[in-house]
């Protein structure tokens, strides 16, 4: 999420569905990283961007079909990493978070795992990330980063 309160996503087309989807960054974990390593990782190659990141947790997506864990991170304020490539076919969007609640309302942001992360973001700030002030999130994410680092 940037300082003026805009989720960092990214535009790609999935073949499986036939069409462009509008995403949270996200990817895999390589045999010898660490969580955080692969979010960081995986961020800077889809966005060209760098930030810090809190972990919210690990859960299972499709506990029916995978076991699968997903590893779930919030990241705030956002910087250019000169060191990254970008992926090609991927675009960066910026979303304001009224846009994003008005798309998602429409039916058009269909990644409902998106809209889990931004709650579970929300829940463990201890507060409403869609409609705080900015100058309340950072504070109160800072407060955490400071604490668990």
């Known amino acids: 999420m940037t300082v003026r309160g ?7 087309y999935r073949p499986n569905i036939e069409c462009f989807t509008l995403e949270l960054p996200a990817g895999g974990i390589s045999n010898d990283e660490n969580p955080v390593d692969a979010a960081r990782r995986e961020f800077a190659e889809e966005t060209s961007l760098k930030c810090e990141f809190v972990a919210l947790g690990d859960f299972k997506l499709m506990m029916s079909r995978t076991n699968i864990r997903e590893h779930i991170f919030f990241g705030l304020n956002p910087s250019i ?6 992926e090609s076919g991927i675009e960066v969007v ?13 039916g058009g942001y269909k990644q409902l795992a998106g809209l889990g992360v931004i709650q ?26 400071n604490y668990e680092g």
């Open 94 to 106: 910026f979303v304001k978070r009224t846009e994003l609640i008005e798309y998602s309302l429409a």
């Open 81 to 86: 990493d000169p060191c990254a490539t970008q």
């Open 6 to 12: 805009e989720f960092v996503m990214i535009k790609q």
């Open 120 to 145: 579970l973001a929300s829940n463990y700030l201890g507060l409403d990330i869609l409609r705080e002030p900015m100058d309340v999130i950072f504070e109160q994410f800072n407060m955490r980063v």
